[in-house]
């Protein structure tokens, strides 16, 4: 999986702007095999914000994609996956990776999750793979990356 650290400390500003509530929406990129590229990423928010939990409506996410996709430069831009924000310094929850799962479920290709935890300035981005390998639904956490302190 690719991410540019920048994009990760743009998601941190939004998580820190939603604080105490998450927020989150979805990754757009490109794949190359089993590398799933991020270049941009949107923000869906939620009318109902809460501190435990960000659901996606599916309809404002095909919006919000075709958008997004009308304007694109790169037409292998595209839709790779989603990101929300927890507002403490806590990994993926259980219900995280039973997200995680059912994505890879529903899809052949590959795709990317970014849960950032944010407390006060300071951000770890936790950063998921999920995919099918010899038709098996395969789970890749990476070491999560502390973004420090970000500018408020």
């Known amino acids: 999986m690719e991410f540019a650290v920048d994009l990760l400390k743009q998601l941190?500003?939004?998580?820190?702007?939603?604080?105490?509530?998450?927020?989150?929406?979805?990754?757009?990129?490109?794949?190359?095999?089993?590398?799933?590229?991020?270049?941009?990423?949107?923000?869906?928010?939620?009318p109902n914000p809460?501190?435990?939990?960000?659901?996606?409506?599916?309809?404002?996410?095909?919006?919000a994609l075709k958008g997004y996709l009308r304007t694109a430069a790169n037409p292998l831009e595209g839709y790779v996956g989603a990101w929300h924000t927890h507002p403490a310094l806590e990994a993926p929850?259980?219900?995280?990776?039973?997200?995680?799962?059912?994505?890879?479920?529903?899809?052949?290709a590959p795709l990317a999750f970014v849960v950032l935890a944010t407390e006060g300035s300071s951000s770890v981005a936790h950063v998921v793979w999920s995919g099918r390998q010899n038709h098996e639904i395969i789970i890749e956490t990476q070491k999560p990356i502390a973004l420090g302190r970000i500018a408020e």
């Open 50 to 63: 809460r501190r435990n939990r960000f659901e996606i409506d599916s309809k404002k996410a095909t919006s």
């Open 12 to 46: 941190a500003g939004v998580a820190m702007d939603a604080l105490p509530n998450e927020t989150g929406g979805l990754l757009i990129g490109w794949r190359d095999g089993e590398t799933v590229v991020v270049c941009a990423w949107l923000q869906l928010g939620t």
């Open 93 to 108: 929850s259980g219900r995280d990776f039973e997200t995680f799962r059912s994505s890879a479920a529903a899809t052949q």
